[in-house]
Protein backbone atom coordinates (compact mmCIF):
# COMPACT_ATOMS: atom_id res chain seq x y z
CA UNK A 1 0.00 0.00 0.00
CA UNK A 2 1.58 3.41 -1.03
CA UNK A 3 1.70 6.51 0.79
CA UNK A 4 -0.96 8.14 -0.31
CA UNK A 5 -3.38 4.74 0.34
CA UNK A 6 -2.21 4.79 3.58
CA UNK A 7 -3.34 8.62 4.63
CA UNK A 8 -6.50 8.68 2.71
CA UNK A 9 -7.45 5.28 4.61
CA UNK A 10 -6.38 7.08 8.17
CA UNK A 11 -8.74 10.01 6.96
CA UNK A 12 -11.49 7.85 5.94
CA UNK A 13 -11.38 6.28 9.52
CA UNK A 14 -11.40 9.49 11.44
CA UNK A 15 -13.93 10.77 9.24
CA UNK A 16 -16.34 7.32 10.51
CA UNK A 17 -14.83 7.21 14.12
CA UNK A 18 -16.27 11.68 13.97
CA UNK A 19 -19.57 9.87 12.61
CA UNK A 20 -20.17 7.56 15.49
CA UNK A 21 -19.29 9.73 18.55
CA UNK A 22 -21.80 12.48 17.07
CA UNK A 23 -24.55 10.08 16.62
CA UNK A 24 -23.88 8.59 19.95
CA UNK A 25 -23.90 12.30 21.37
CA UNK A 26 -26.95 12.91 19.50
CA UNK A 27 -28.49 10.36 21.01
CA UNK A 28 -27.60 11.48 24.96
CA UNK A 29 -28.39 14.53 24.37
CA UNK A 30 -32.14 13.22 23.49
CA UNK A 31 -31.72 11.52 26.50
CA UNK A 32 -30.23 14.27 29.06
CA UNK A 33 -33.27 16.36 27.51
CA UNK A 34 -35.85 13.98 28.35
CA UNK A 35 -34.63 13.19 31.85
CA UNK A 36 -34.75 16.87 32.42
CA UNK A 37 -38.48 16.95 31.58
CA UNK A 38 -39.16 14.22 33.68
CA UNK A 39 -37.21 15.77 36.63
CA UNK A 40 -38.82 19.06 36.07
CA UNK A 41 -42.16 17.34 36.15
CA UNK A 42 -42.04 15.65 39.54
CA UNK A 43 -40.60 18.72 41.17
CA UNK A 44 -43.83 20.50 39.74
CA UNK A 45 -42.91 23.10 37.17
CA UNK A 46 -45.08 26.28 36.98
CA UNK A 47 -44.34 26.94 40.59
CA UNK A 48 -43.38 30.37 40.84
CA UNK A 49 -40.41 30.54 43.12
CA UNK A 50 -37.89 34.01 43.50
CA UNK A 51 -35.26 34.10 41.71
CA UNK A 52 -31.90 36.60 42.69
CA UNK A 53 -31.34 39.43 40.60
CA UNK A 54 -29.85 38.09 37.17
CA UNK A 55 -26.39 40.59 37.59
CA UNK A 56 -25.73 38.88 41.12
CA UNK A 57 -26.29 35.05 39.92
CA UNK A 58 -24.34 36.32 36.52
CA UNK A 59 -21.40 37.39 38.50
CA UNK A 60 -21.10 33.64 40.31
CA UNK A 61 -21.00 31.88 37.89
CA UNK A 62 -18.33 33.23 36.12
CA UNK A 63 -15.22 30.83 38.16
CA UNK A 64 -12.36 29.98 36.85
CA UNK A 65 -12.12 26.66 34.62
CA UNK A 66 -10.26 23.49 36.54
CA UNK A 67 -6.95 22.55 36.11
CA UNK A 68 -7.00 19.49 37.24
CA UNK A 69 -7.76 16.63 34.97
CA UNK A 70 -11.89 15.92 34.97
CA UNK A 71 -13.92 12.76 33.61
CA UNK A 72 -16.49 13.56 31.59
CA UNK A 73 -19.24 10.87 31.25
CA UNK A 74 -22.02 10.73 27.83
CA UNK A 75 -24.43 13.15 29.55
CA UNK A 76 -21.56 15.34 30.46
CA UNK A 77 -19.96 15.37 26.70
CA UNK A 78 -23.21 16.02 25.09
CA UNK A 79 -24.34 18.78 27.65
CA UNK A 80 -21.41 20.69 26.81
CA UNK A 81 -21.32 20.12 22.96
CA UNK A 82 -25.04 21.46 23.09
CA UNK A 83 -24.82 24.36 25.28
CA UNK A 84 -21.34 25.58 23.77
CA UNK A 85 -23.44 26.23 20.48
CA UNK A 86 -26.65 27.51 22.27
CA UNK A 87 -24.71 30.29 24.11
CA UNK A 88 -23.02 30.94 20.89
CA UNK A 89 -26.00 31.56 19.19
CA UNK A 90 -27.86 33.56 21.92
CA UNK A 91 -24.36 36.20 21.65
CA UNK A 92 -24.70 36.36 17.91
CA UNK A 93 -28.20 37.73 18.72
CA UNK A 94 -27.60 39.97 20.98
CA UNK A 95 -24.48 40.90 19.09
CA UNK A 96 -26.86 41.60 16.03
CA UNK A 97 -29.39 43.49 18.49
CA UNK A 98 -26.54 46.31 18.70
CA UNK A 99 -27.48 47.61 15.59
CA UNK A 100 -31.20 48.00 15.80
CA UNK A 101 -33.13 50.19 18.46
CA UNK A 102 -34.80 48.07 21.02
CA UNK A 103 -36.29 48.55 24.50
CA UNK A 104 -33.68 49.62 27.03
CA UNK A 105 -34.61 47.44 29.55
CA UNK A 106 -34.35 44.53 27.30
CA UNK A 107 -30.62 45.82 26.16
CA UNK A 108 -29.84 46.39 29.77
CA UNK A 109 -30.73 42.89 30.61
CA UNK A 110 -28.84 41.08 27.59
CA UNK A 111 -25.56 42.83 27.81
CA UNK A 112 -25.81 41.19 31.30
CA UNK A 113 -26.43 37.72 29.43
CA UNK A 114 -23.33 38.73 27.22
CA UNK A 115 -20.89 38.71 30.07
CA UNK A 116 -22.23 35.43 31.84
CA UNK A 117 -22.42 33.69 28.90
CA UNK A 118 -19.14 34.60 27.86
CA UNK A 119 -17.99 33.17 30.78
CA UNK A 120 -19.53 30.77 30.84
CA UNK A 121 -18.02 29.47 27.17
CA UNK A 122 -14.52 29.82 29.06
CA UNK A 123 -15.47 27.71 31.63
CA UNK A 124 -17.12 24.70 29.02
CA UNK A 125 -14.30 24.67 26.90
CA UNK A 126 -12.12 24.65 30.26
CA UNK A 127 -13.73 21.24 31.32
CA UNK A 128 -13.46 19.70 27.78
CA UNK A 129 -9.79 20.73 27.79
CA UNK A 130 -9.56 18.91 31.39
CA UNK A 131 -11.35 16.14 30.20
CA UNK A 132 -9.43 15.86 27.28
CA UNK A 133 -12.54 15.75 24.98
CA UNK A 134 -12.09 17.43 21.98
CA UNK A 135 -15.04 19.80 21.14
CA UNK A 136 -17.41 19.00 18.47
CA UNK A 137 -19.89 21.01 15.87
CA UNK A 138 -22.53 18.30 16.23
CA UNK A 139 -25.59 20.62 16.20
CA UNK A 140 -24.17 22.69 13.17
CA UNK A 141 -27.78 23.41 11.23
CA UNK A 142 -30.14 21.18 13.90
CA UNK A 143 -32.87 22.98 14.83
CA UNK A 144 -32.70 22.19 18.53
CA UNK A 145 -35.01 23.54 20.98
CA UNK A 146 -33.89 26.94 22.81
CA UNK A 147 -31.20 27.35 20.05
CA UNK A 148 -30.76 30.83 17.99
CA UNK A 149 -30.08 29.49 14.01
CA UNK A 150 -29.14 31.78 11.54
CA UNK A 151 -32.65 31.34 10.11
CA UNK A 152 -33.98 33.07 13.07
CA UNK A 153 -31.31 35.67 12.64
CA UNK A 154 -32.37 36.03 9.49
CA UNK A 155 -36.13 37.11 10.31
CA UNK A 156 -35.02 39.21 13.17
CA UNK A 157 -32.90 41.09 10.34
CA UNK A 158 -35.61 41.53 8.41
CA UNK A 159 -38.06 42.77 11.44
CA UNK A 160 -39.31 45.74 11.14
CA UNK A 161 -37.76 48.01 13.79
CA UNK A 162 -41.08 48.45 16.10
CA UNK A 163 -41.27 44.42 16.13
CA UNK A 164 -37.28 43.94 17.17
CA UNK A 165 -37.50 43.79 20.56
CA UNK A 166 -40.67 41.37 21.06
CA UNK A 167 -39.20 39.45 18.62
CA UNK A 168 -35.39 39.19 20.19
CA UNK A 169 -37.18 38.37 23.99
CA UNK A 170 -38.94 35.59 22.43
CA UNK A 171 -36.10 34.13 21.47
CA UNK A 172 -33.88 34.94 24.45
CA UNK A 173 -36.41 33.69 26.47
CA UNK A 174 -36.81 29.90 24.83
CA UNK A 175 -33.33 30.20 24.81
CA UNK A 176 -33.03 30.81 28.84
CA UNK A 177 -35.91 28.29 29.79
CA UNK A 178 -34.17 25.56 27.63
CA UNK A 179 -30.88 25.80 29.27
CA UNK A 180 -32.63 25.27 32.57
CA UNK A 181 -34.48 22.03 31.12
CA UNK A 182 -30.67 20.87 29.90
CA UNK A 183 -28.77 21.85 33.06
CA UNK A 184 -31.61 20.09 35.38
CA UNK A 185 -30.77 17.08 33.07
CA UNK A 186 -26.89 17.42 33.47
CA UNK A 187 -27.42 17.38 37.47
CA UNK A 188 -29.14 14.25 37.78
CA UNK A 189 -27.62 12.22 34.99
CA UNK A 190 -24.14 14.00 34.14
CA UNK A 191 -21.36 12.31 36.22
CA UNK A 192 -18.37 15.18 36.63
CA UNK A 193 -18.79 16.70 39.74
CA UNK A 194 -17.25 19.88 38.49
CA UNK A 195 -19.86 19.98 35.31
CA UNK A 196 -22.88 19.55 37.82
CA UNK A 197 -21.63 22.05 39.88
CA UNK A 198 -21.56 24.35 37.00
CA UNK A 199 -24.90 23.61 35.66
CA UNK A 200 -26.52 24.39 38.99
CA UNK A 201 -24.82 27.95 38.47
CA UNK A 202 -26.07 27.95 34.72
CA UNK A 203 -29.21 27.04 36.05
CA UNK A 204 -29.76 29.45 38.54
CA UNK A 205 -28.32 32.52 36.46
CA UNK A 206 -31.04 31.57 34.07
CA UNK A 207 -33.93 31.84 36.21
CA UNK A 208 -32.51 35.13 37.18
CA UNK A 209 -32.58 36.36 33.43
CA UNK A 210 -35.81 34.70 32.79
CA UNK A 211 -37.26 36.66 36.10
CA UNK A 212 -36.09 39.69 34.82
CA UNK A 213 -37.26 39.58 31.60
CA UNK A 214 -40.75 38.82 32.01
CA UNK A 215 -40.73 41.06 34.59
CA UNK A 216 -39.18 43.97 32.70
CA UNK A 217 -41.39 46.83 31.97
CA UNK A 218 -43.31 46.07 29.55
CA UNK A 219 -42.65 42.96 29.02
CA UNK A 220 -46.01 40.92 28.05
CA UNK A 221 -47.41 38.30 30.16
CA UNK A 222 -45.85 34.99 30.13
CA UNK A 223 -47.84 31.94 29.20
CA UNK A 224 -48.98 29.96 32.68
CA UNK A 225 -45.69 27.41 33.08
CA UNK A 226 -43.89 28.77 30.30
Known amino acids: ?????RMDEQIMAERRGFRVRAGRLIGVVATLVATAVAVGLSQGWGRTNPAPAASTVAASSAVAAPTAPVVLNGTDDAFIQLLIPMNEGALALIDQLDTRPADPSLR????????AHQAELRDLRGLLAAGNVPELNIHEGHQMPG????????????ASDTEVSSRAAGLIR?????????????????GSPELKALAGRIQQARAAELNTLDNRPGAPTAAPGG
Do not use: I, Y
Open 1 to 5: MSTDE
Open 108 to 115: ALLGEVRK
Open 147 to 158: MVTQASLAELRA
Open 174 to 190: AHLAQTVVLCRGEQTAG
